[in-house]
Nanobody
Framework: QVQLVESGGGLVQAGGSLRLSCVASGRTVMTDARAWFRQGPGKERELVARFSWSSSSSTYYADSVKGRFTISRDNDKNTIYLHMDSLKPEDTAIYYC????????????WGRGTQVTVSS
């Protein structure tokens, strides 16, 4: 089992920045990918950014956040980050950290989420 805990959410004005963190514990050696998802009000959960250790070119960003968000990691701390710049009101959502078990096609482990609210 893998446990994920997000932090860093909060209220920010449009154009501002936030950095989200996700600390993983448990059998993290069995995971090959980490990702950030988000779910806005009345919307389905969407993939925001992904990092995979199983590929040399392993980052992905949703079109809506390209050029503004950056996913990064600290392997020694079992932590991934989501650096969010030039935030827009439409970025308002609950942001979830996820991890994928080696060999799996879907993300298996989820954090409880952290709220990001962007005001005009």
């Amino acid at each position: 089992q893998v446990q994920l805990v997000e932090s860093g959410g909060g209220l920010v004005q449009a154009g501002g920045s936030l950095r989200l963190s996700c600390v993983a514990s448990g059998r993290t050696v069995m995971t090959d990918a980490r990702a950030w998802f988000r779910q806005g009000p009345g919307k389905e959960r969407e993939l925001v950014a992904r990092f995979s250790w199983s590929s040399s070119s392993s980052t992905y960003y949703a079109d809506s956040v390209k050029g503004r968000f950056t996913i990064s990691r600290d392997n020694d701390k079992n932590t991934i980050y989501l650096h969010m710049d030039s935030l827009k009101p439409e970025d308002t959502a609950i942001y979830y950290c996820a991890a994928r078990r080696m060999g799996a096609t879907a993300f298996d482990y989820w954090g409880r989420g952290t709220q990001v609210t962007v005001s005009s």
